[in-house]
């Protein structure tokens, strides 16, 4: 079994996690910046949690897990440090919810990268499952060769397509001038901030 690599949009999504510890913590921060609704279920939880509560991003339900909690849920996080538990808010989660139990690879139908963010380039790594140690590894060592310039050579892009399917009608000509985006000039003079040569290179392409 192979699994299916997506990226979710989980604005206004309804999420729950359960459990509010280090590794609930450290899924929650990950999940901050996509918009979703967050509520964390947890007789307690730590430091970090009560800072994002107090700031009004997320709801802190205080307490032990039950059912209702999970209702409307698309997507839940069980990170009780208690398998017992885990298990419970999996026997609770109906087969079209997404459900991550951090203890259990197998009965989870959805288990979570290590992400590379650069702007809108993300670099996702996973093992299966298999050392998770590894995936963060990874990660760490694509920071390296996709560097912070890949944040403003990504938006480039970005901006470019843009006006590409906005000015050229033709399908072979657009998709030769993807193609030519792609030269590594373009990466070059992003990242030594020469943005007019980078412009008129680009306008070069669109003659
Ligand atoms: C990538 C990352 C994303 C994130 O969580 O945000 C993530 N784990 C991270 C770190 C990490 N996790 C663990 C260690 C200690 C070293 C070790 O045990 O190897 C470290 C390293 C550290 O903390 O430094 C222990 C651990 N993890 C799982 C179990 C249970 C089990 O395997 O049964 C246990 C044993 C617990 C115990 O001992 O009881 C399970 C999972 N962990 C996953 C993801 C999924 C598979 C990812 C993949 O396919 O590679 C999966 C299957 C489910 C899930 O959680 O979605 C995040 C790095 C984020 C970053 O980049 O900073
Ligand atoms: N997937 C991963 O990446 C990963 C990494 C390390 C550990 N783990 C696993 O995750 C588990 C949790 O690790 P942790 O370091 O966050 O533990 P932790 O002890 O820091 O936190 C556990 C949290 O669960 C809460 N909790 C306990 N019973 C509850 C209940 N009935 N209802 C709601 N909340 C309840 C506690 O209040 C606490 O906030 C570990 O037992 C381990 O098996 C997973």
Same mark, same amino acid.
């Given at each position: 079994m192979?699994?299916?690599?997506i !990226?979710?949009?989980?604005? !206004?999504?309804?999420?729950? #996690? ?5 590794? *609930? +913590? ?11 609704? &967050? $509520?964390?279920v ?5 430091e970090? &949690? ?19 909690? #999970?209702? +409307?849920?698309?997507?839940? &996080? *069980? *990170? $009780? /440090?208690?398998?017992?538990? /885990?298990? =419970?808010?999996?026997?609770?989660? @109906? ?10 690879? $197998? ?7 290590? $992400? ?7 670099l996702?790594?996973?093992t ?9 590894? &990874?990660?760490? +060592?694509? *920071? ?7 944040? =403003? ?13 906005? @000015?050229?009608e ?7 001038? %993807?193609? @030519?985006?792609?030269d590594?000039? %373009?990466?070059?003079?992003?990242? @030594?901030? /020469? ?13």
């Amino acid at each position: 079994m192979k699994h299916y690599p997506i !990226n979710l949009n989980l604005l !206004n999504k309804k999420v729950a #996690i359960i459990g509010g510890g280090k590794v *609930a +913590e450290r899924k929650l921060l990950n999940l901050l910046e996509t918009g979703a609704v &967050i $509520t964390v279920v947890s007789p307690e939880v730590t430091e970090k &949690i009560v800072e994002v509560v107090e700031e009004g991003l997320v709801k802190w339900k205080r307490g032990k897990f039950s059912k209702g909690d #999970i209702g +409307e849920a698309f997507l839940v &996080i *069980a *990170a $009780t /440090n208690c398998k017992q538990v /885990n298990c =419970e808010v999996y026997n609770c989660c @109906q087969d079209h919810q997404l459900v991550n139990l951090v203890d259990d690879p $197998t009965r989870s139908n959805f288990i979570v990268p290590s $992400t590379l963010h650069r702007g809108k380039l993300m670099l996702s790594v996973s093992t299966s499952g298999a050392s998770p140690g590894l995936s963060k590894k &990874i990660a760490k +060592e694509l *920071a390296t060769q996709f560097d912070s310039s890949y944040e =403003e050579y990504v938006e480039f892009l970005s901006q470019c397509r843009l006006k590409v399917l906005e @000015q050229i009608e033709d399908r072979e000509k657009r998709r030769r001038i %993807f193609q @030519q985006l792609l030269d590594p000039t %373009f990466l070059e003079l992003t990242k @030594q901030h /020469n943005f007019s040569q980078r412009q008129k290179l680009f306008a070069d392409l669109l003659e």
